[in-house]
């Protein structure tokens, strides 16, 4: 192989030639369809002569008439395109010499411009003056210009004497008036001695608030003075923190604004009730009345601390009697069926533990639930219930002499049952060795009456049973397998 020649240029080191281009090989008919005509050299050339007719057009004849028409020149229409002949441009007058538009115009002064003309300002005269002397002593005003004025003036003043008779009769008076005095009358009320006025008046005193606080957080609950030593009564659950938490204060509050703490002498969760004692003397002690011959429709009076808003006097009706109520939930270890008054007097938080008095003053319950409308209600909807006055009593003298109450037991765990036309409390467990099981009462067992008392559901059957005493013996009313029975059962100690 023949080496490249060298070049002195590049100091004799062989140079590259390049490579030839390669040039595909074209076929003859392509190259007479697309390739340039014979004797043009290059893509474009100048005009010469028009190129002959394509044989193939050559053979067609004579071109169509029709195509003639649609495409070809107009008669006498010359080579340029189909335009209709132009007027030749006739010149025009020429335009004025502007020397802003000429930018190669030269520098020209002109005439000094001149300031607008300015009219003189006219000059006002001040009126002549002239005094009431001279215009009556030297004929300043004619004698008929005096007369129209004096004419105006009276006038004048006519319509403004008019006006003011008018207004003074239509305005106010004085807004002040520095001997104004108030008359004094004669009271126009007077009320009875047995007035709901004068009842409260001898009430409130005895019925007192109470505050359990805990850190920063707490409650208020009411409760009833219910002897000179400084006792008082009220429900379990307004003061079962103050049992249960070390840290928690109870205060006693009388409606004089007295504060005294108050110390937990017993407390009975099965009945929701308690006693307080304070130190305090001259308490003023609430008369208690008693609950057996309260009717329906007696009126009451409600007094306690709702909402902590103590001394808080509410009116109503008793509602209802023996209202089976059971008293559970919150923060409190309560867990009572109480056998209540129902009334309409207004009830609500902070009135537990007050009084419930009727219309001598006498306290016929404690206040101690209400029933609301749902879930997110705590307010008072009319259905308030206390605790019978009779009962509270008899709890809160075992819970001041030994600090505990005792209640009667059947010995047995029932439910509400019902069988379409009777309702009653049905057995479902009996202890061993108790009231029931010494009585043969059995599992299944109806029970529909104790003693006196109609039984219609599991929490009568417990009011009922509460209502006797420890040792009591009582009659059972039963339903078994269809036969009604009745066995006496003697109650014990719960």
Request: charged share 15%; aromatic share 2%; no cysteine.
């Amino acid at each position: 192989m023949t080496p490249p020649p060298s070049d002195p240029a590049t100091n004799g080191r062989p140079r590259l030639v390049a490579r030839p281009l390669w040039r595909p090989a074209v076929d003859a008919s392509q190259a007479a369809a697309f390739g340039r005509p014979s004797g043009v050299p290059s893509s474009f050339s100048p005009r010469g002569p028009d190129a002959p007719v394509h044989p193939a057009s050559a053979a067609a004849g004579v071109v169509p008439e029709m195509i003639a028409d649609a495409f070809g020149r107009p008669p006498g229409a010359g080579p340029t395109l189909g335009r209709p002949p132009q007027a030749p441009e006739v010149p025009g007058p020429p335009e004025p010499q502007d020397p802003w538009r000429d930018p190669v115009s030269p520098v020209q002064l002109g005439e000094p411009a001149l300031a607008e003309p300015v009219e003189p300002a006219a000059i006002e005269v001040p009126a002549e003056r002239f005094t009431l002397r001279q215009a009556l002593f030297d004929h300043r005003i004619r004698p008929t210009g005096l007369v129209v004025m004096a004419v105006i003036a009276l006038l004048l003043g006519g319509g403004g004497a008019a006006i003011g008779v008018w207004a003074g009769g239509r305005l106010p008076a004085l807004t002040t008036d520095p001997t104004f005095q108030i008359a004094a009358v004669a009271p126009a009320i007077q009320r009875a001695p047995g007035s709901v006025a004068s009842i409260a008046q001898r009430v409130i005193p005895s019925v007192v608030s109470i505050e359990v606080r805990t850190g920063d957080t707490g409650d208020t609950g009411s409760g009833v003075v219910i002897d000179g030593r400084g006792y008082v009564l009220t429900n379990n659950h307004v003061i079962s923190l103050a049992a249960t938490d070390t840290t928690a204060q109870l205060t006693v509050v009388f409606s004089d604004g007295r504060r005294v703490p108050g110390t937990i002498v017993g407390r009975d969760p099965a009945s929701d009730l308690a006693v307080v004692k304070v130190n305090v003397a001259g308490a003023t002690v609430a008369q208690l009345g008693t609950s057996t011959k309260v009717e329906v429709g007696d009126a009451v009076i409600a007094i306690g601390s709702p909402l902590g808003l103590a001394g808080t006097v509410t009116t109503g009706i008793v509602s209802a009697l023996h209202r089976a109520l059971r008293l559970t939930g919150g923060d409190t270890d309560t867990n009572a069926v109480i056998d209540a008054v129902q009334t309409d007097a207004a009830i609500n938080p902070g009135n537990s533990g007050g009084a419930l008095v009727d219309a001598t003053g006498a306290v016929i319950g404690i206040n101690s639930a209400i029933r609301t409308s749902g879930v997110d209600s705590s307010g008072s909807i009319g259905l308030g219930f206390a605790i019978p006055i009779d009962y509270a009593k008899s709890v809160a003298q075992e819970l001041i002499r030994t600090g505990k109450a005792i209640h009667a037991t059947i010995g047995i765990n029932a439910k509400s049952a019902t069988d379409g036309t009777a309702d009653g409390a049905q057995v479902q467990n009996v202890v061993d060795g108790g009231p029931a099981a010494e009585a043969g009462i059995a599992e299944g067992d109806v029970i529909t009456r104790v003693g006196t008392r109609t039984v219609g559901s599991a929490d009568e059957l417990v009011v009922a049973v509460l209502a006797h005493q420890v040792g009591d013996t009582v009659a059972v009313t039963l339903t078994r397998s269809g036969r009604t029975l009745t066995v006496q059962v003697v109650l014990t100690a719960a």
